[in-house]
């Protein structure tokens, strides 16, 4: 009787199929019965098991993007299906980032953008990092006795840098994009109006930042709920007894910072420096005495710059030029690598690790005395960034020992002139890419919300070396190439990076990390070159650290205890600790596109376009 079962007969059809495909076991292919089968012959030779690779990327035919939230990558891939270009879909998720990653995304922070414009044949650097207001002073961050004031430069007013994020975001769609502002911005607008739901690991940032949130009324009202419905005081004047930071699966609405976007939408890059908004930051940022103007507002400027160039192994880099030290001293840390045969010490061996660390701990030393705002320091890019420079230091890396930081000095460049950021990549199909990495600077940065505004500010003014040898929250020290002045852009390490091969695009990538997002990305590019992974499995390999001072290797979970201990045997201080970076990459390879959101952050997502609407 034939079963008509149709979950039956598909079993039993699944297991024919697999039976005639699954290789046959050694034992039984050599038995005189299979011998003398009339099977075909190259049944017993299919490979079910043919790729080495542990994780793919994934995969599509009309673009990519890869973000730290799967809702802003929705976004992106939705502009890129309406047809729009890789600007118009990183414009989309730059927005979208400001409401649903309220810990990194913004429009009270700022960033650089890395954009390559396939149609004008170009590359460029958008520089639309945060400027000191008109009101900062070399000491401002100093007591009477010239001692540092804990917390002035990341929690209180002062910690706030004039934004740029709305400015880079609405000029790069202006001159590179094909849309209407208000139609890349309809998704971040409707996820502020109708809300979205909190993700465990969002919960988990407002639970581990309570402290930091509270103390803003502005900012309680938003990411704060009452503990229980009978609770009657108003959310900015509760007391902290009655009030709880949302939790995983409740719905955030953002109704303020629906308004301010639309503001912007309607208005572009005035509704934010100009009128009601720019009113509110300034109201929000004046106690006894105003940090910022309306003029500090409306003077804001953007800065197109030629991104730094290199090499490694044949493929052009492309990068960022200071005030970011990422795009400089990733190059610098390369140059420094391509004299070693990395591919055949390999991934994850002492060798390799202590090479890196070491390129690392002479690329950090040079960024605390050469790197700051070019308006206001020479930065002597050229020569960091020169080849015969690494020449000329290489020396001072032992292949078989560690060197103390305190025996390493800044070089002369010169002499060869010739935690918390996000980062979204995203290709099209008309050969146009966008690397962007943008920041409030720390969690949440000042914790200040603009009242009325819906708009959290950043602390970026703690980016600046507030004195001398002091290092930063990143553990980062500095001096007069990055002191405080009015009108100068703090040194940054973000590292937006577009690789090129052959004269075309080929790889999008970028982290977040502070101090750490260099070498998370040159680990990222040369687990690609030197170790030849897929970009899926360059995003998840354990990382390494080392950022000259304070003087230890820092590691993920994930690196061999021997290798460890080979390590120490070197003279590294070697600490296990915390993950590092969150890298969004995307790729142009064979006709095709590719995407991966590091694993480390289970919120992002990569969505490939198959078609267009």
């Known amino acids: 009787m034939k079963n008509r079962n149709p979950s039956i007969r598909k079993a039993v059809a699944t297991c024919l199929a697999l039976a005639y495909l699954l290789p046959i076991p050694a034992s039984i292919a050599q038995s005189p019965a299979v011998q003398s089968s009339s099977a075909p012959q190259d049944v017993a030779v299919v490979k079910y098991d043919n790729s080495f690779e542990i994780f793919k990327p994934v995969w599509g035919l009309k673009g990519m993007v890869a973000t730290e939230q799967h809702l802003a990558t929705q976004a992106g891939a939705e502009i890129l299906r309406q047809g729009g270009n890789a600007v118009d879909a990183a414009v989309a998720v730059g927005f979208a980032l400001a409401v649903v990653l309220p810990n990194a995304g913004n429009l009270g922070g700022g960033g650089f953008m890395l954009i390559h414009d396939s149609a004008k044949s ?114 900015e004047e509760c007391p902290a007894a009655e009030i709880e930071p949302y939790k995983s699966g409740d719905l955030l609405i953002q109704k303020d910072l629906a308004h301010s976007l639309n503001l912007i939408a309607q208005h572009g890059a005035k509704g934010f420096y100009e009128g009601e908004i720019a009113k509110n930051i300034v109201r929000s940022l004046t106690d006894s005495v105003s940090t910022m103007t309306l003029a500090d507002l409306s003077n804001y400027k953007t800065v197109k710059r030629k991104p730094v160039e290199g090499t490694y192994r044949g493929i052009k880099i492309l990068s960022m030029p200071a005030p970011s030290s990422g795009g400089i001293h990733l190059i610098q840390m390369l140059n420094l690598l391509e004299r070693y045969p990395l591919q055949d010490y390999g991934f994850g061996s002492a060798k390799s690790i202590h090479l890196m660390a070491e390129s690392a701990r002479l690329a950090y030393a040079d960024r605390a005395e050469h790197l700051g705002d070019p308006e206001f320091f020479k930065v002597p890019g050229k020569g960091l960034v020169s080849k015969k420079y690494a020449d000329s230091i290489s020396p001072l890396i032992n292949i078989e020992k560690s060197t103390p930081s305190k025996n390493i000095k800044a070089g002369q460049p010169q002499n060869y002139e010739s935690d918390q950021t996000t980062h979204f990549s995203v290709m099209d199909d008309r050969g146009n890419v966008v690397s962007t990495t943008y920041t409030l600077n720390l969690n949440f940065g000042s914790g200040i919300v603009a009242g009325g505004t819906g708009i959290l500010l950043n602390n970026e003014m703690d980016d600046f070396s507030i004195k001398p040898g002091v290092a930063n929250a990143f553990g980062l020290v500095g001096g007069d190439a990055n002191a405080v002045a009015p009108g100068k852009r703090p040194l940054s390490s973000m590292t937006p990076v577009i690789l090129m091969r052959d004269g075309q695009p080929w790889i999008a990538t970028g982290s977040p990390g502070g101090a750490r997002i260099i070498t998370t990305v040159l680990q990222n590019i040369v687990n690609v070159i030197d170790f030849k992974m897929n970009i899926a499995e360059a995003a998840s390999m354990p990382r390494m650290h080392h950022q000259w001072l304070p003087d230890f290797l820092r590691v993920e979970r994930g690196i061999s205890p021997d290798t460890i201990e080979k390590l120490k045997a070197m003279g590294h201080d070697v600490k296990v600790m915390p993950t590092m970076g969150r890298v969004q990459t995307v790729q142009y390879e064979n006709k095709q596109f590719y995407g991966a959101s590091d694993p480390r952050n289970p919120d992002g997502s990569a969505i490939g376009i198959e078609q267009k609407k």
């Not at 958008?126 to 430069?153: C, H, Q, W």
């Not at 208000?182 to 739901?197: Q, Y």
């Not at 909190?198 to 803003?216: D, G, I, K, M, Y």
């Open 122 to 235: 170009e590359s460029i650097a958008l520089d639309f990092r945060e400027v000191a207001p008109a009101s900062a002073t070399r000491d401002m961050y100093l007591d009477d006795k010239g001692n540092v004031i804990a917390g002035k430069s990341t929690r209180t007013p002062y910690s706030v840098g004039v934004p740029g994020t709305v400015a880079g975001l609405t000029q790069a769609l202006s001159e590179h994009g094909t849309m209407p502002l208000a139609k890349v911005m309809a998704p971040a607008i409707k996820l502020a109006t109708e809300g979205f739901r909190v993700s465990p690991v969002l919960a988990e940032q407002f639970n581990n930042q309570r402290t930091h949130l509270e103390r803003w009324p502005a900012t309680k009202a938003i990411f704060f709920k009452h503990k229980s419905p009978a609770s009657t005081c108003r959310l």
